[in-house]
């Protein structure tokens, strides 16, 4: 059996979303800055892309900016709200212990360039509350970064509460939503969100675009200069297939969203159900606040990579932590943030379904992956230690 439980990594381009593609190759390729009819025809497919997405997220199609992905989106997204900031000598920024590195790593830039960034401690099952939100935002408070849902963990987070949160105090409210978009429903303006991230390979688009949509009255500063494509604030010729595609993924995706989510879901609860039988297991993030398509498991006295490998020779592409920590010795900071210690973080699976994957392949891996666990555990010298009584069990 070859089984893809991965899509949180990526998706497998729709066939939506390659037709939709096709036309922008060879045949209408001019560019849409051009002023001929085949750029027109070009500007022409841009624009009822941005409308489409504007459509999906509740918003107006000049609140969206197309960007290369979800990491692009959420740098300028978070630099924006920090530039805005710093003209009022605001300076403080709230987000959470386990975003994703799209955010973390470009909040580390601005701590250097004198911002203060306090990350909200994440409850074990992978929550935060509003009211820790409203306890954090002070005065000088300019931008509150929380993600729609986790990557890793799968946890849903409660957006529409924190929004009405950063609006009663007046503070700017950005939302990672790369694991939510096409996934979970989504309207901007009744969640109060200002600006948000998506990205299209993670709901069965193309690789390397993505979207920000960015609420009227915030002032975007440029992370990219050059031409004035994107209202000025995204220069470079617009990737039309890839932004097309996306469109047509994103509205597919929305027009089947509950289906999708009751025949993921059952999917989900299968593994979930199957996996907990595992002796000294543990599943990551909340069992009911939780994306359709995610399972996470910790099982204690391995290590994720090997188990990895040996499922991936079973022909189950899976992953541990995220895809960015993967090939780094580091434990996940997510598992980490949930107060799973080093020994058991590093023994974590996380399988990520669509609505392409089957119950026979959820059988398969239930069925696998506790043998996999055994055969690790019984070379693991940790192992050992745990079942000798050298070392307690954690889990
Ligand atoms: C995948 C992902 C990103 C990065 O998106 P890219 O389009 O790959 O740059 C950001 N945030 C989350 C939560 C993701 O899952």
């Given at each position: ?76 997204a978070i630099?924006?709200a ?61 931008l509150?970064t ?26 700017i409210f950005h939302t ?18 200002d600006m948000l ?199």
């Amino acid at each position: 059996m070859n089984i893809y439980a991965d899509n949180a990594a990526t998706t497998r381009m729709s066939d939506v979303a390659v037709q939709a593609m096709m036309p922008y190759l060879q045949g209408i390729y001019g560019n849409p800055s051009s002023l001929h009819t085949a750029g027109q025809e070009a500007a022409e497919a841009l624009a009822a892309a941005r409308q489409t997405v504007a459509d999906c997220l509740g918003c107006i199609p000049k609140e969206i900016i197309f960007t290369s992905g979800g990491s692009e989106a959420d740098n300028q997204a978070i630099v924006s709200a920090a530039v805005m900031g710093a003209r009022r000598n605001k300076k403080h920024i709230i987000s959470t212990a386990f975003e994703h590195h799209a955010v973390l790593h470009t909040l580390k830039k601005l701590e250097k360039e004198g911002y203060e960034v306090e990350l909200l401690p994440v409850g074990s099952k992978g929550n935060i509350t509003a009211q820790q939100v409203a306890d954090a935002i002070r005065p000088d408070t300019c931008l509150v970064t929380v993600m729609y849902a986790n990557n890793e963990i799968g946890s849903v987070l409660p957006i529409a509460e924190i929004g009405a949160v950063c609006k009663e105090k007046g503070v700017i409210f950005h939302t990672d939503a790369v694991q939510a978009a096409g996934h979970l429903h989504i309207n901007v303006k009744e969640q109060n969100i200002d600006m948000l991230s998506l990205s299209a390979h993670k709901f069965h688009g193309p690789k390397g675009v993505g979207a920000l949509y960015v609420r009227s009255g915030i002032a975007l500063t440029n992370i990219i200069e050059g031409g004035a494509q994107e209202r000025g604030k995204r220069a470079g010729t617009e990737n039309i297939p890839g932004i097309v595609s996306m469109a047509a993924a994103l509205k597919d995706a929305c027009e089947h969203i509950d289906e999708n989510a009751v025949k993921v879901s059952a999917l989900r609860d299968r593994l979930i159900e199957g996996l907990s039988k595992v002796s000294h297991s543990a599943l990551n993030g909340d069992p009911d606040s939780r994306l359709p398509g995610n399972v996470s498991f910790c099982f204690e006295g391995i290590e994720g990579e090997s188990l990895l490998l040996l499922l991936d020779m079973k022909g189950i592409c899976a992953s541990s932590g995220s895809a960015c920590t993967s090939g780094s010795l580091d434990p996940s900071h997510v598992l980490l943030a949930i107060g799973r210690p080093h020994e058991v973080a590093h023994g974590s699976l996380r399988l990520s379904l669509c609505e392409s994957n089957t119950m026979e392949e959820m059988d398969y891996i239930v069925e696998e992956v506790p043998k996999v666990v055994d055969y690790l555990r019984n070379m693991s010298p940790m192992w050992k230690d745990l079942v000798n009584g050298r070392k307690p069990f954690i889990l």
